[in-house]
């Protein structure tokens, strides 16, 4: 009996070692594909010896740098929303950190450092002159303070977007299992597959308001880019680090002297039900001299693709104090 059990066993891996065969071949051949079709939006530019992206449009004496939460894998289909209440006020920025959008990967560590000199390097290199306004979602409020600690000379004022608080992201778990699981869904073409079944880019964009508000190109781009970048080494260096980075920003200290205003989504009247993430976003106005919350209520974590109008609103008044 024994014996029969191996084998069955022995047959089920082989089945399974053949099925991950064909995805790989899959999902290879969907990628070569793929690349054809996706172009950068901006510009490329050299950064640290490799290519960085950056899109802009607008005009205006301010620039709004836009920085990406962590795995958002196009960070120019996810912020525009917002493009067409702000290009008339402003000039926007929106950049691709490597191993996103249409950047390059590198093998340079994600500490946060090293991430601010290469956003610096690109906004120098491309052109861009302060002072800047950084909106930054989720785990971009690190770079943005700690861009703002480094070059304060160079930004008069942050608005983060469900972004987190550095004494939050310093205790919180790194959760770097995610895009591992992201990976290996990519990777083998299983999440290839997923895409053919009726509801699952919405169930995907489910915090982003199921990308209502994105054209049909831009929920195409985010599509393609989640196909070949989700779950990449830099993504997974940028998790992996998290902690470290949050020390490094409350090393640089605290209030920062400019304005700085938080968003919070209200997540559907679900607020109170994560205690750590609601009391660190009540205490993120304090890292600067005048600091302000608000909650917005009916949305969720992708707040900028619930309530475009309001953040907006929110950056205008840090672009024209």
């Known amino acids: 009996m024994w014996r029969r059990v191996r084998k069955i066993v022995v047959y089920l891996l082989a089945i399974l070692v053949g099925l991950a065969g064909i995805g790989t071949v899959y999902q290879w051949y969907g990628s070569v594909q793929d690349k054809k079709s996706y172009k950068p939006v901006g510009k490329l530019y050299e950064v640290a010896g490799s290519k960085m992206h950056l899109y802009t449009e607008g005009e205006g004496d301010t620039t709004i740098v836009f920085a990406s939460g962590w795995g958002t894998v196009n960070p120019y289909a996810d912020f525009s929303p917002l493009y067409e209440g702000l290009k008339s006020h402003a000039k926007i920025a929106v950049y691709d950190r490597f191993g996103y959008g249409y950047s390059d990967m590198t093998d340079r560590k994600r500490d946060i450092d090293t991430i601010t000199n290469e956003i610096h390097e690109l906004l120098l290199v491309s052109g861009q002159k302060p002072p800047y306004v950084f909106a930054a979602h989720s785990l971009g409020s690190l770079e ?178």
């Open 144 to 321: 943005a303070i700690r861009y703002a600690q480094r070059f304060p000379e160079e930004v008069k004022g942050i608005l983060l977007t469900e972004g987190g608080s550095p004494e939050y992201y310093k205790t919180s778990p790194e959760l770097t299992f995610i895009p591992w699981i992201h990976s290996g869904l990519r990777t083998t073409g299983l999440l290839r597959a997923l895409y053919h079944f009726n509801g699952f880019p919405e169930w995907v964009a489910n915090q982003s308001n199921g990308d209502m508000l994105l054209t049909e190109e831009r929920k195409e781009l985010n599509r393609k880019a989640t196909l070949l970048k989700v779950g990449n080494r830099n993504m997974r260096d940028e998790i992996r680090q998290s902690r470290e980075n949050a020390e490094i920003v409350l090393a640089g200290g605290k209030p920062l002297n400019i304005p700085l205003t938080v968003l919070t989504a209200d997540y559907f009247g679900k607020l109170a039900d994560d205690r750590a993430w609601k009391d660190n976003e009540a205490a993120l106005p304090s890292w600067s001299v005048s600091g302000k919350q608000i909650i917005v209520q009916d949305s969720s974590h992708y707040l900028h693709s619930y309530h475009p109008e309001l953040v907006v609103d929110e950056l205008l008044r840090l672009v024209n104090p």
